[in-house]
């Protein structure tokens, strides 16, 4: 847990809570399906984590923002709004700057709208810090993202086609399992078991020093 106090906050325990103790894909199991649909190429899953962590970012300096304004009975809708401006912002963007990518996930960067995690940082965090906590877990949170969706797309890529951010790599004939989606569940399982086993033997154990 982060560090509070009326004047100091840890704000580095704050990031590496999210990339690490929270990370979204690794530990709370969350966002699971866009994670495994563009993560077939390094540079869409990279893409995406990108498009997530500014999202959440953006997002948890609004929410922080706007917090005493908010009326708890419509906070939900409130969140959701917030959330839904800061997407279409992103996709608007994405589409101009690299339409090619676009055209293979632009349905995904609008399914940002409905990550749990995003929501919940709004809820459990932002509406309860001021900005600059606030922007801190969601930097956390959305490197932690970013971090997972570069993991897995960097060994289904490179397993699958054989290649790098579309470079080819490897000249051995690729396992095109690593590319479809039962491909995608099996390295995010494998993935997810190392993650927490790295997470077990040197953070915690080190926690305890």
């Not at 908010?70 to 339409?99: C, E």
């Not at 810090?129 to 922007?135: C, E, H, L, V, Y």
């Not at 993202?145 to 699958?160: K, Q, W, Y």
Request: with cysteine; aromatic share 10%; proline share 4%.
């Amino acid at each position: 847990m982060a560090q509070h106090s009326t004047n100091t906050i840890n704000y580095k325990e704050l990031i590496l809570n999210g990339i690490i103790k929270e990370n979204t894909i690794f530990k709370l199991a969350l966002s699971l399906c866009p994670a495994i649909a563009v993560t077939s190429g390094l540079k869409n899953g990279v893409l995406m984590g990108v498009a997530v962590l500014f999202v959440q970012v953006m997002v948890n300096a609004t929410i922080s923002l706007m917090r005493n304004f908010i009326h708890p009975k419509v906070r939900l809708p409130i969140f959701m709004l917030v959330i839904s401006g800061w997407v279409t912002v992103t996709d608007l963007s994405m589409a101009a700057a690299v339409p090619d990518v676009y055209k293979q996930m632009g349905l995904y960067i609008q399914l940002i709208v409905a990550f749990a995690s995003i929501l919940a940082r709004a809820e459990m965090f932002a509406s309860k810090n001021k900005i600059a906590p606030s922007m801190a877990d969601g930097i956390g949170m959305g490197i932690g993202f970013l971090f997972a969706l570069t993991v897995i797309s960097f060994f289904r890529e490179l397993i699958g086609k054989g290649s790098l951010w579309g470079f080819p790599i490897i000249n051995a004939k690729p396992l095109l399992i690593a590319i479809l989606p039962a491909g995608g569940f099996l390295a995010v399982g494998m993935l997810m078991a190392l993650f927490n086993w790295i997470d077990i033997r040197f953070f915690k154990k080190g926690a305890h020093h």
